[in-house]
């Protein structure tokens, strides 16, 4: 791919919360609304990740809170009771913790979070040492790029290589992240490898083109 693609380093959160094993219940509650996060890593020694603890972990002692009597509470309701009986972080949290570096591409990080179902990854060096957090908003924030650095880029790395003149004369447009390519070329061919590449930009949401082909006079539009 033209360019270096964005790492987790560049879109996650730096400063983190965390908490060791016997961090109490309450602790983890206050730190969570405190640092207004829906989740801490656990961690152990000088800052090895060994766990993660959510408000999903927290909340089967809410769900039982107001039914003593646990056995009856077994048979009648799917309530993680070992969790509802919890009281410290290394008994509530979720291990082996699934992480990721800080030198992962961002597809990288998101590919795990959609295998393994998970709103958000501790990020950690090569031992396993806490280096921040990246979340599900935090991978989205590359949509946010502006459209005219879309455009940009589009047309020095793809268009211009792919349609040189004078055979072709091709302009890009980007609104809402929606790259558009107009103009007219020789080779459509190169048409579907263009649409492919243009896709893979970081920030483009979905590509169209709007094309003349030149050597036959018709004009040709749509979205490969």
């Known amino acids: 791919m033209y360019g270096s693609p964005s790492i987790v380093s560049d879109v996650m959160t730096h400063t983190v919360a965390a908490v060791g094993r016997q961090a109490p219940f309450k602790e983890i509650v ?23 603890v959510s408000e999903a972990d927290l909340l089967p002692k809410e769900e039982v809170r107001d039914n003593p009597d646990v056995a009856d509470l077994r048979l009648r309701q799917p309530v993680d009771v070992a969790k509802a009986e919890a009281a410290t972080a290394g008994d ?10 800080a030198n ?12 393994d179902g998970v709103k958000r990854l501790p990020v950690v060096d090569k031992i396993g040492m806490l ?6 908003a935090d991978l989205l ?3 946010l790029r502006d459209d005219e650095a879309i455009a940009e880029e589009v047309q020095r790395e793809i268009v211009s290589p792919l349609f040189p003149p004078p ?4 302009q890009v447009k980007v609104h809402d992240g929606v790259a558009t390519l107009t103009g007219s070329t020789h080779d459509t061919a190169m048409v ?10 970081e920030g483009v949401v979905d590509v169209q083109f709007d094309l003349a082909h030149e050597s036959l006079g018709t004009r040709e539009a749509g979205r490969p």
């Open 30 to 52: 206050q730190l969570m609304h405190d640092w207004r996060v829906s989740a801490l890593p656990v961690i152990e020694g000088e800052g090895r990740v060994v766990g993660l």
């Open 92 to 101: 509530l949290m979720s291990s082996p913790v699934i992480t990721v570096q």
């Open 104 to 115: 992962a591409t961002l597809a990288e990080a998101a590919r795990v979070m959609a295998r």
């Open 131 to 136: 280096e921040g957090i990246v979340s599900r």
């Open 141 to 143: 924030k590359i949509f």
């Open 167 to 170: 055979a072709s004369a091709i």
């Open 192 to 201: 579907p490898v263009a649409a492919r590449l243009v896709r893979a930009v």
